[in-house]
């Protein structure tokens, strides 16, 4: 269940929901694939959004806004 305040507005990309949970989009339909959610092609709707933070949860507010690459942590 989604918190009330949770915000859920217009259309984003796969990418845009991964980078919400600080993971790649790869990882995020791992997930949703094991969760059993399906996603037509395309933008993912606040319809299918919905089903993705119900099924996953809420992404944190705080998390990172991009997925952590290799890079990322060879430089630090």
Do not use: C, W
Not at 41 to 48: I, M, Q
């Amino acid at each position: 269940m989604l918190p009330p305040n949770h915000p859920i507005e217009g259309s984003k990309s796969r990418e845009e929901i991964a980078a919400l949970y600080g993971i790649h989009y790869r990882t995020l339909m791992r997930r949703l694939k094991k969760a059993g959610v399906t996603l037509p092609a395309g933008a993912v709707f606040p319809a299918e959004q919905k089903l993705i933070y119900e099924a996953l949860g809420p992404p944190q507010m705080d998390a990172p806004k991009a997925p952590i690459t290799p890079k990322d942590i060879k430089d630090s």
